[in-house]
């Protein structure tokens, strides 16, 4: 007869450490009988690997603000335990506590954007999921940047956004860039993320904002604007010498209301 | 619908303090504690009569108690971990202690549950070695006599040192664990027969315990000490993966307000509670949709 401790404390591993666990088992001979057991019971260890996906899911549950359309878009195809009990295996609990909503979610999204094109994601209607979470990682990591800088900056005007650069182009810091799909994410509809050659919609991604971009001649500036995205890391946006800071400026003063973006000339 | 038969209240500690408990004879209706919950009191004063508060958000962030302050509040808990062996330590208790009587709560709710095992030898961990493992969730432990025998136990140590009568919850059971002999009914029963605690009946809980173990809810009711029950928990249930699992952000299922029908006369009931504590895109009209369904089940509208 197992005690009742040995079997507590097999499930908690299983829950916990499943990688160890299975390792220990594979390799000691002299194991805890209840942990082979466990794992011997096939339909027991799968349920427990879909409870651990049922804790880490509600310690992401702030992934519901951050990113709604996709955990909309998981619960409505009914991948949300499997797609977190997978996550669950790679997140160490310990770390868990230590990091903050937005970290949690970042680690989340990341790991989604990574898996992305593996089954059952890349299959039959998800197969544009990529775009959406990838829009969604940029409006989360947008709004924390600003939301940092706002916060830990001891500038007097955390709205300043952007500025004119000693070669006198006209760049966009990283809180302001533009990414193209195939359809708008934010209808949360899965949608595939392209290059703006061949998009359809163009989001321009600034803090506290993210607008499409509908006029052809407002994308041709913006895709000037971002040439830089399609080599570097999105981080920064710059536009060619011959773009007028006076037309940059009336085209974002546009979606910009309320002067969240000014120029600062340097000198 | 027919009522359930139900015994005479027992004296217990529960029904013996019922002059402290400042509720009406109609059970009130309460709300878990979240953002939402907050935002629903603030926009609605009246719609609900007393909030139920975490002892462990209390003990994380203790400011959360001064956003509902003039609110009656019930405490719920989730770190006894009653199925182990190993006591929490004094200094939890005390505080503990600290919140019951900070709150005022009447009773203090608990999982039938654990949710620290001891870590097997040389089951080290980097960041805490010796510190047994901690699961950060609860879990339905392996019922039978021992379990019996450990939960009891613990229930009158404790009992001992709170201040207010202890209500075991039952946990919704999604794996039957090695070494469980009985089913949850009569492992709640015979530890109910042993100490001295109320029961807080989680009707959703058991709903899918019954689906996930194939028996009838109905009949478990019947079978549970229900001259016991002081609180209710109700919330919603999500299918995935062919489980039924507890979901705190999606409506009371129909046979659940059923069962809260059936069961809102019940002698020793002083309490609903709605457990909607999860961030999701379930809204506050959503929930206070529920709440209303859940006044006209116990008809206190």
Redesign the interface.
Known sequence: ?????????????A???PD?LELVLSTDPAA?A??R??LN?K??YC??R??AG??CR??H??L??HA?LT??LLSNR?L???TFANYARTVK??DL?NMSPYERSMGFLNHLDRIINQKPYAAGNLAGLSGLVKHELRSLRINNAFRRAAITVSSPDPETMARLDRGSRICLNDHVFMAGYTADPRLGLPCDECNLRAAHTFLLYAPTAVVRIDSSDERYLLQQLTRSISVNDLRSAAAERGISEATLKGFLARYFVGGRLRFHEVT | MVLPEVGLPTESRVLRSDTQLRYRQLPRIGLSYSPSARRIVATHPNIIDYLEVPFELLEQNPQALELVAGRDLVLHCASLSLASSRQVAPAKLERLSYWIEKTGTPWLGEHLAFISAARPAGGGDEYAPGEPYNIGFTVSPPMNTASVETVSQNIRQYARQLSVPILVENSPIYFRLPGSDMNQIEYINRILANCDAGLLLDLTHLYISAKNEGFSVVDAIDHLPLDRVVEIHVSGVEEAEGISWDHHASGIRSEILELLFRLRHLPSLKAVTLEYNWISDYTDDDVIEQIMQVRRATASI
Not at chain 1, 1 to 13: D, G, L, Q, T
């Open positions: 007869m197992i005690k009742n401790e040995s079997v507590m404390s097999a499930i908690a591993r829950i916990l450490e160890t805890e209840a942990e057991e466990l019971d339909v027991l349920r427990l879909l409870f049922l804790i509600i310690k549950s702030f519901w603000q709604p955990m909309r009914g949300t335990l499997n609990p310990h506590v």
